[in-house]
């Protein structure tokens, strides 16, 4: 398996550093505000990656923090009245809400800023000790030009960066590139007692500490999106390879921007449309499915028309599902198998290597979708052949749509069987037979309530040749 790390700019054979286990951290949300579709486009990839390190047998330790305090809450809560800390609180929670309603796996931890401030300090004091970080009139500042790998992640030249005058504001800085390691505090502003004074940590610095918490001092993956690279994780190199002495992060994971227009996705352009939002006119699947189609390093364009082809697509899928079912009900067990079995076999068997040949060649989602609509469409040539299909050979049509659907995070509803659903089938079957007799009896106005409440449920009846067939149509 390859990965394409943003540290050596190609992709690299994924050899974790520990045998069958691999620690990666996540870049979580500032939470001032919703949560739009350029962030969750980060979260539904890292989580489709750390689905598929655990179909492949890895046991994936999964770190993502809540940045529960910055300059961005501050403003907000000064501008709507609120306590700064209720505002984290209340738009983390919303947070959380918003991943569990797009089926993205929690992560094993999820720490905040405000429960790790004692830890923070003793990485500020660590950095000071050893001689990069000191003390200014407003706060502490990372040393930059004492740590000679500066640039390493990004490229970008600290020249260039002075010229560019892409650096933080502060008083008595020793150099404009300076970042701050704790701030200062200022009237007004949330503050914690530390060996500087009254104060609060700097933005990158929560990063450096609370994943070499729990991740340790080296660790194999750390995600996030495009916009991170420069100045956070550039940052977070220097300040946790200054302290620890050690190579960090082993390999580093980017994914590209959600685009409208030609422009990024992003609060500050306006041009953002939360989760919320979409979740009020499409599935969280459909979501899922759209942000799957374009490869997790590429921009993905935010269209109506393409969220709608994506709606579309998924139901292709459904369908097929849906129809493998049906005709599973009356399959036969074979004692031999003819040539539409096997051809279908085979296309089943072909899918499931080019599935895993594109998942391992850096988990390319997109190329890895190909596959899933070429069985979709063997099973329906195969059904329009056969006049008895064979159960052996749907069932392994079946068992690929589940294991693909595992990963991506898809066909999860109609693989979850339960009691409920059980009884819900007995439920649907019994209605089908009243409307048979109901029209029978040439009572259609009563069939066709029956036919249309159930429409409205989610389930779609088909009268057929053979009978009355139902389906899910809920996408």
């Keep these: 398996m390859k990965v394409y790390n943003t540290l050596t700019k190609q992709k690299e054979e994924f050899v974790p550093l520990r045998d069958g286990e691999v620690r990666m951290y996540v870049c979580g949300p500032t939470v001032y505000d919703y949560t739009h579709l350029g962030h969750a486009r980060t979260y539904i990839a890292f989580d489709v990656i750390r689905r598929y390190l655990e179909h492949k047998g890895y046991t994936v330790l999964m770190v993502m923090n809540f940045t529960d305090i910055d300059d961005k809450i501050i403003r907000r809560a000064n501008e709507t009245g609120e306590d700064p800390n209720e505002l984290a609180e209340k738009f983390m929670h919303f947070f959380l809400e918003d991943m569990e309603a797009l089926k993205v796996k929690p992560a094993d931890v999820y720490p905040r800023v405000t429960e790790h401030i004692k830890d923070i300090i003793e990485f500020v004091k660590k950095l000071e000790e050893k001689g990069y970080a000191y003390e200014a009139l407003d706060g502490v500042y990372f040393e930059v030009r004492k740590f000679k790998d500066y640039g390493k992640l990004s490229k970008v030249n600290l020249e260039e960066i002075v010229a560019g005058a892409r650096v933080e504001p502060g008083e008595g800085k020793k150099n404009p590139e300076d970042f701050a390691l704790w701030k200062k505090a200022k009237p007004g502003e949330p503050k914690w007692e530390s060996p500087w004074g009254e104060g609060r940590p700097g933005w990158h610095i929560e990063c450096s500490t609370m994943s070499t918490k729990y991740l340790g001092e080296q660790f194999d993956i750390h995600g996030g999106g495009n916009d991170l690279i420069f100045p956070h994780h550039e940052n977070e190199i220097a300040q946790t390879e200054a302290c620890t002495g050690k190579e960090w992060v082993k390999y580093w994971l980017h994914t590209g921007f959600v685009m409208v227009k030609g422009e990024k996705m992003s609060k500050s352009l306006g041009n953002f449309v939360t989760i919320r939002e979409l979740l009020e006119r499409y599935s969280p699947e459909v979501i899922r499915f759209f942000v799957l189609q374009r490869h997790y390093r590429s921009p993905l364009d935010y ?56 998942m391992d060649d850096d988990f390319n989602m997109a190329e890895a979708m190909k596959p899933i609509f070429e069985v979709a469409n063997a099973v329906n040539k195969y059904l329009a052949e056969v ?13 690929f749509f589940q294991m693909v659907g595992e990963i991506f995070g898809l066909f999860e509803e109609y693989f979850k069987e339960s009691k409920e659903e059980s009884k819900e089938k007995e439920l649907i079957e019994l209605l089908i037979q009243i409307r048979a007799e109901l029209r029978k009896q040439k009572n259609y106005a009563l069939a066709d309530e029956i036919r249309a409440k159930l429409r409205e449920m989610g389930i779609q009846l088909e009268d057929t040749p053979q009978g009355t067939i139902w389906k899910r149509i809920k996408v």
Excluded at 311 to 326: A, V, W
Excluded at 346 to 358: D, Q
Excluded at 387 to 397: H, T
């Design 303 to 358: 269209t109506e028309e393409g969220i709608q082809h994506a709606k579309n697509n998924l139901e292709r899928l459904y369908n097929t599902i849906e129809n493998i079912r049906i005709a599973l009900e009356k399959a036969e067990i074979p004692f031999k198998w003819n040539k539409e079995e096997f051809e279908l076999y085979e296309a089943i068997r072909k899918a499931k290597e080019k599935f895993y040949e594109a």
């Design 387 to 399: 006049e008895k299909p064979k159960e052996s050979v749907l069932r392994k049509a079946l068992e």
